[in-house]
């Protein structure tokens, strides 16, 4: 393959640059996933503290929790599907269009849940719809998030890659941050009946202003001057799932194993802790506020890990980072169960800002790393969300099944992250890390086309 453009592909001696674009660049990565973030998040933290009696009434509360985070793994595994079809677009005719149609969709799914008669209404049409909009959830959010983190990525000089990508990745810690804020505000500004008879649903329907804001900051963004060059020589590929399939499996397989222990232990952290801790101590409360702690810290510890793995490389922070999942996920447990509540939030920083951030804040950089320009829009994208459901979409049923199956004591939930964690790490070792290794850098294209 030649070389397209290289004087201006991102990985190249760097050319002139316009520092306002960058900054809108930047401001479109993080103002954009932070809306789709906050859409996604929001069913995650409903799912924990409405859903099991709205929409999935029965005669056990535990059956009520399953069912919710159950069409909570919906939308994860839709987000595949959104992947292949963003990157299979997004890899021929450009990653901001298709950015543009992702958040058009979240916010109407978000909007539509908001306005979603419940169980005690509609009967089981309401379970279906509920089922229906969060698969619609799951597609956009799977469209989303490959095509922001290129777009902020392929911008970047070679040296600021990981701090450009970690823009898009601080996306999910504000949109954790507004989602799980907005309903400690709506809980705070209302009884229980009230909330449980209409509170929940504002949050949602508050969705399609965000939107609004989300499309008109991403309006003045054009894609990279690399990926333009490839698409004015009519060399994009047109079948490019296939080619990752066919040459690059290699790095397919990293970036799903890569995103395995990280996204595990989100889950626990973000979404099953609140329900655990209300079923353990009756305390729901304490958990929302140890997330929104480590949200708010996540939008500075994201960028610091991804400036940091600029000068040491990706590598070195995400194996530290796995190994010490493994071992912090048991003595987590062990405190949730009886360790001072006042405490949490400090649990909390150690294991999101710490442990999770230090892997995911790189995460964009790495991801397009792996793979060439013009296959990588789909590549990332499916390496990520087939790797996320795997994990994240599938933990908090899993864990709460693994709770029953442990006789209501959580050494399977820990040792299922730990097995998450050794295969994480597999991955992270035979993964190529051009901070490292400088002889490689897939983001020149010529470097980076064969990786069988």
């Known amino acids: 393959m030649t070389a397209v453009d290289l004087e201006n592909v991102p990985g190249s001696p760097p050319g002139p640059r316009d ?6 660049v930047l401001s479109s990565a993080f103002i954009g996933t932070t809306v789709e973030w906050y859409d996604f998040y929001l069913y995650g933290t409903a799912a924990a503290l409405i859903f099991n009696t709205q929409f999935f009434p029965a005669h056990s509360a535990v059956a009520g929790t399953l069912g919710a985070f159950a069409t909570f793994a919906v939308g994860f595994i839709a987000r595949p599907v959104g992947g292949i079809v963003a990157g299979h677009l997004g890899d021929r005719i450009g990653r901001k269009a ?28 309401a379970v279906f719809g509920l089922v229906l909009l969060r698969l619609l959830q799951g597609l956009a959010c799977g469209a989303e998030w490959g095509g922001s983190a290129l777009l902020s990525v392929e911008h970047a000089p070679r040296g600021m890659r990981g701090f450009f990508g970690s823009f898009t990745q601080v996306g999910s810690a504000a949109g954790m941050l507004l989602a799980t804020g907005s309903f400690a505000i709506v809980q705070a500004l209302t009884t229980t009946e009230q909330f449980e008879a209409f509170g929940w649903r504002l949050p949602f329907l508050a969705s399609s202003v965000l939107v609004v804001v989300g499309i008109i900051i991403r309006a003045g963004i054009t894609d990279a001057p690399a990926f333009r060059a490839l698409k004015a020589e009519d060399r994009v590929e047109k079948a490019p799932l296939t080619q990752v399939l066919r040459h690059h499996r290699r790095a397919l397989l990293i970036t799903i194993g890569l995103r395995l222990a990280q996204p595990g232990l989100f889950a626990i952290l973000a979404i099953y802790l609140i329900s655990y801790l209300d079923h353990r101590r009756g305390d729901a409360s304490s958990g929302v506020t140890a997330v929104l702690i480590g949200s708010a810290i996540g939008l500075a510890s994201g960028p610091l890990w991804g400036a940091l793995s600029d000068r040491v490389g990706r590598k070195p922070l995400a194996v530290a980072s796995i190994i010490g999942i493994a071992v912090f996920i048991w003595p987590f447990f062990a405190f949730l169960d009886a360790g001072p509540i006042v405490a949490l939030p400090l649990m909390m920083i150690l294991g999101m800002n710490i442990l999770h951030d230090s892997i995911y804040g790189p995460q964009a950089a790495w991801f397009a790393e792996q793979f060439p320009l013009s296959v990588r829009y789909t590549g990332v994208s499916v390496g990520c969300q087939v790797g996320t459901v795997l994990s994240g979409g599938l933990t908090p049923v899993i864990a709460a099944s693994l709770l029953l199956a442990g006789h209501d004591t959580p050494w399977l939930i820990c040792l299922y992250i730990t097995a998450l964690c050794a295969l994480s790490l597999v991955a992270a070792l035979a993964a190529k890390d051009p901070v490292r290794d400088r002889s490689i850098d897939p983001l020149t294209i010529d470097d980076f086309e064969e990786t069988r």
Do not use: D, F, K, W
């Open 98 to 125: 298709i950015l543009v149609a992702s958040l058009i969709t979240m916010g109407a799914a978000s909007t539509a849940i908001g306005l979603l008669p419940t169980y005690e209404s509609i009967g089981v049409l």
């Open 19 to 24: 520092p306002r674009l960058q900054v809108r």
